[in-house]
């Protein structure tokens, strides 16, 4: 689940953690799309259409299920056109503007308009042959051998090479490398432990055959390297190949005028608030019908307004709760999907050790107690939050594998029931006494829990004072602190350094097209923000991806156990599944959200010069 890739299936980085309205993709690192982006994704099949106006439900909730995610073309295609993506965001976006380096979703929704993955992948989230490269693997299901198609060219006209992938690897895989990717699916590559380690000076598994052509050997074959486990982001060699590895990030060719090989080409940029894009006429699937996209950050406050006016034709992540009152405006059509991804509460249980790139649990950790982390759980009303924040278009989360991996997703595990009572019983036994308004720790001292949320639309502060109120019925001294995005990913440990005013955090992720969750969780993934490791989360994610695990019952049996797992252990509990709904202006042509459509950006069209205007 989220691997190193970001998912552009819609939308992601990975990391999808934002609080409410924003997804950090960055963190979300898979292949493809980006959890929320306005990009549709492989596939074949076209769900059936349903009408843009639905009539408010006598219980006030929707469900997803009465949506389309496919948006109904109204009119013919003009020649050309403009149009406007809203980035919604109360803070500009950080402009790490290279799949290699990005942290965050809004990054990778400015990405996803001028880049892409090498590999697309079918409905069934496994790669195919109809992307920019084809794939053929060896009979021991351990080397792949690329072929990049010949019309594959980056921006500036140079084509994309077997050299620029390898490369992509070589920088990910240096001692220098300052960003999230590398983990364990980089070193199941034959000789990147030794390359990283400075024993070697190239990948031995690497080999480029020709100008188009690449090998990787895998140490070992796992059912993720189909579904997600293949780094497939090349990193332009003739413009970072002379570069110190831990100076791209920041360079003006990553920042100012980043490439890419996608459908349109980044024409100016002004940091932080907006991007203009105009068409790369030279795209390898064929020329975009549009001249032009603009890409503006959009406050959560005015995002209905920009919409009725027609200053944005989309937005990437529209605030659910605002659905109900705009459901009915005249200029837009509402599509909606099953999010990739899930809300949670999260709990620092040690440290990130950048040295020996691995997370080090702290057994006097703060939130180190089991119990005080289930009575936390069990204090929270996640199916209220839901029904009353989000109209039914968030509910309860149970597992850390979302329905959007049906086959895996194990819906007989219920997670922790509301129930106050019993969370204030457990504390009791536990030794957290009551002294006063609060309680203390088992051995008498004061216990302050630190909580920190990221801010946003109008429900933000409201559901993160709700998460408060409840702890605090149960006798838990929480406070609350609210900060911007970008702050809050450092302070939670992004760049690998843990605040330790930090103790409670609530986030979100994006996950990827592979189920494997060892990109968020597992004890080499700086992702792993709650830092928690475990012998028995060692075995499982190991096991996970072996070659027992190409039996899919085997590896629904192993993650159901994973699933189990992080119920009784809580580093994280999830809080909300999530929609996606998209709004849409009328005009747009040959557009969709979420996985299973045969859509891709160089088809988007606009059917009239302006935007629909709300009557």
Sequence with gaps: MLKKKTVFARSLFIPLMLAFLVVLAACSTNNGNIVNTPSPTDGTEKPAETPTEKPAPDDGLYSIEDFSNVKKNEGEAIKGGSITFGLVSDTPFEGTLNFSFYGSDPDAQVLSWFDEPLLTWDKSYVYTNDGAATYEVSEDGKTFTFTIRDNVNWHDGKPVTAEDWLFAHEVIGDKKYDGLRYDSSFTNIVGMTEYHEGKAKTISGIEVLSEKKLKITYIQSTPSLLTGGVWTYPLAKHIFGNMDVDKISSSPEVREKPIGFGPFKVKSIVPGESVVYEKNTDYWRGEPALDEVVLKV?????????????????????????????????????????????????????????????????????????????????????????????????????????????????????????????????????????????????????????????????????????????????????????????????????????????????????????????????????????????????????????????????????????????????????????????????????????????LYLNQLAVSQDKPFVAE
Excluded: C
Aim: proline share 6%; aromatic share 10%.
């Design 298 to 598: 959009i406050n959560p406050t005015t995002v209905v307004q920009q919409l009725k006016s027609g200053g944005v034709d989309l937005v990437d992540s529209f605030p659910v709760d605002q659905y109900p009152d705009n459901a009915n405006l005249s200029n837009l059509e509402f599509l909606g999907a099953i999010d990739r991804a899930y809300t949670y509460i999260g709990f620092k249980l040690g440290k990130w050790d950048a040295e020996a790139g691995k997370v080090i649990p702290d057994p006097k950790a703060k939130m180190g107690d089991v119990n005080l982390r289930k009575a936390m759980w069990h204090a929270v009303d996640n199916d209220q939050v839901g029904k009353k924040f989000y109209h039914g278009l968030r509910w309860n989360a149970t597992t850390l594998i979302p329905p959007s991996h049906p086959e895996y997703h194990d819906s007989t595990i219920k997670g922790l029931a509301y129930d106050p009572e019993l969370a204030k019983k457990i504390l009791d036994d536990a030794g957290y006494k009551m002294d006063g308004k609060f309680r203390t720790n088992p051995d008498g001292s004061e216990l302050v829990i630190n909580f920190i949320s990221m801010t946003g639309g109008d429900i933000a502060e409201p559901l993160a004072q709700y998460y408060v109120q409840s702890w605090q019925a149960i006798g838990l001294n929480v406070q609350l602190e609210m900060v911007e995005f970008n702050t809050f990913y450092d302070r939670v440990g992004s760049k690998g350094k843990d605040d330790p005013k930090v103790d409670v955090y609530q986030g979100a992720w994006g996950v990827g097209i592979d189920v494997d969750p060892s990109g968020l969780y597992g004890r080499d993934a700086l992702l792993n923000f709650p830092r928690y490791a475990s012998d028995e989360q060692d075995k499982l994610l190991k096991e996970g991806v072996s070659e027992a695990a190409f039996d899919v019952k085997v590896r629904q049996g192993i993650y159901k156990e994973w699933q189990q797992l992080m119920v009784n252990e809580i580093p994280v509990f999830p809080t909300l599944y999530r929609a996606i709904i998209t709004p849409v202006n009328k005009r747009i042509l040959n557009f969709a959200i979420g996985d299973g459509t045969n």
